[in-house]
């Protein structure tokens, strides 16, 4: 291993876990004002939703999923494609950047469709609903 490849890889070692920290924590954030279609789906009954509700909640779960089943077999194959570029020793900065930039681009679409997919489950409720929902979320943790 060439001398410029220690400091680099050691930087990613130790960036990697700090910049996953502060979008964890971000997306904490966001997520405690948005409901999961999911838990909604789980508490159905007890929260009341309606037959309407139900049948739309379940096209937008199908919808993004299938969304994301897409995107996640298409950035499995971008970051293969990194990996191999990775392999190269004389690889320019540029193909690996325009690489990175196929691989954000992939994950922008995925973090946009997650939020989409929260929103409209929140929006989809009840005042009401949402106040019963968030209790039953709270007594299970």
Known sequence: MSNWKTPFILILGLA???LAYAQKAS??????????????????????????????????????ELKFDRW????????????????RENISEIVILDQMD???????????????LLFRTKKSLSKRQRQKIKVKIKIRN
């Open 16 to 18: 990697f876990p700090l």
């Open 27 to 64: 997306s904490k954030d966001i997520k405690k004002g948005m409901i999961s279609p999911y838990e909604v789906l789980k508490w159905e009954d007890e929260i009341g939703l309606s037959p309407l509700q139900k049948d739309s909640l379940r096209l937008n779960i199908k919808s993004s």
């Open 72 to 87: 996640n077999h298409e950035l499995e194959i971008e970051m293969a494609k990194m990996a191999e570029l990775l392999k």
């Open 102 to 116: 196929s691989i954000l681009s992939i994950e922008e679409k995925i973090k946009k469709e997650q939020l989409i």
